[in-house]
């Protein structure tokens, strides 16, 4: 039986895809940072915030890895969001030393003020990153949903689109795999959060692109099962979006 | 858009942040049962709207937000 206050957890149909975050039923917002463990290299997406919210995180990645922290190799981090960013330093305390942080250009420049000092990789869109093995990671910018700076990564192996706040949810009733009525909690989070249509529409196009088989986003539950994954798409697209101005 | 399209608009959305379970209670609370057909409301509409819009937005500040933002969008005075 799984806890998933305390356990990291394997995501179906993959080998070595962990969730390692946390689901706040009492705010309605889960945090999904995820590790890809790659042979003996590990790379941390979206690491998480800092305090009790880092142990959480920090705990399950001790499971995952076995004590093992100077496995991860290399983190990434999918726009500036403190909810992502706030333990990088943490982090980077207790892995590799030359850790690689994989960021984007224009979300580099915030790194100094989560006093994140290691190394960093630029990406732009298309960029690849490649595990030892040969395994593959493609970076897809994903501009103004919802930062200038924001991307997506793709891991061609798994099929797996690790998709930061897009397919994002606001759910007190959390689930780690999205259930019937996970595209309106959807709906929740993406309509007060994106600003206009043209870059969501312009997101939606990149990934139809792709051949999705998983959606792991930052917030919510993950989507599975290309059906799905063609909903979930649809559904953003026709999102009402930026309606606050 | 009325306010029983309305009510039924923002349950829908319930059903995905607080699971279907506790949305019809929330609504049965207040004097709204919901269906497949739609919404029925045995007194007041205004008074039921507002008892459930309160517990909607009770219970989370993600949930209050999201209500706000429906009405926005649809012309609604809370
Ligand atoms: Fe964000
Ligand atoms: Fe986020």
Redesign the pocket.
Known sequence: MIDYEKDPVLIRGTEDIWWVGFGDKKVGFA?NPYLIIDEDEAMLI?PGPRGRFYKIVHNKVAKALKGDFEKIKYMAVQ?E?P??CASLPLFAQIVDENVKLYVQTRTAAFMPYFEYEGAMVTIEDGDKMSFKSGRELTFITTPYVHFAGSNVIYDSKTKTLFS??IF?AFSVDWNLYANEYYLEAMKAFGEPYFGDHRSVASAMEKFEKLDIERICP??GSIIDGKENVKNAIEVVKEMTVGQWV | MDMKQFIELVAKRGYGIYGKETIEKMAKDAGISLSPTGVAISGNVEAAARKFFDAYSKTTPVAAMNLKMMAKMHNIKL
Do not use: R
């Open positions: 945090n979206d726009h969001d909810d992502l930061s706040d994002g930052q917030h």
